[in-house]
């Protein structure tokens, strides 16, 4: 029985920092990925936390954890900008810019301390998107307790997704409705709104009342109308066509194909597997 060999660490300091970042199978790699996901995580309860009616102390005390958390949140971005082998493709990756944005209201909120405009308009909105960096744990399937299925990745990214589009959506309408609308009190209100009108069945007691919110609601329709279909038919594909691989005939536009075919099952044209293109 053979032993998996850990991936060599390289000798230079930019790609050892770039590895470590990467790297879900050594020890730093693992210890890295499940600090910053339990990192991460206590970003977003923070911001739940901050909207519900607390003591001055604990106000204070998830504040200071903020600043922490965003201090090395700040450190994960510069050292991903130093140890990228092209800092300009780093800096403009999509991942690399909602952990910037997530980590600006903070700084920001510490330049301008007592602003209201800053801290209760846009920065609370911007705040919301925290919850994206999640998607960065999504890119592959190398996690560090190990490598998941095609089918199970993508049930986790439709998890996350329906996740992602209830909290930001919940978070977007705290931020617009909190001063107009009596019923929205705290962050779990929203949350409880977003839900009932996503699931379609409208109580009717908590309702928009700032077309600010209406617009949110909207958006949250219809990202969850085009995203939540799409990925789930994924998955049901894949499901339905296990044991195929899928390779489009260019005559016919069939998909899937078994492992072994050389024609199309369909309209028999001949078409090649990607594996027969590599040998």
Known sequence: MSVQQSPPVPTGRRERVRFYLLDHETPIGKAIDIALLVLNIAFIAVFVAQTYPVSTQVRSVLWGFEVLLAVIFGVEYILRLYGAKSRYGEATDPYTVVDLLSILPTFAL??????????????????????????????????????????????????????VIFFTSAGLFYSVELQANPGISHFGDAFYYIVIALATVGFGDIVPTTVAGRWVTVGAVLTAIILVPRQAGAIIRTWTHKGEVEVTCPNCGLQYHDQDASHCKACGHVIYHEHDSRE
């Open 110 to 163: 510490l330049l301008v301390p007592g602003s209201v405009i800053v801290q209760l308009g846009f920065l609370r909105a911007l705040r919301v998107i925290r919850v994206l960096r999640f998607y960065r744990f999504t890119q592959d399937a190398e996690f560090f307790f190990g490598t998941i299925g095609v089918s199970a990745l993508r049930v986790l990214k439709l998890g996350l997704t329906v996740f």
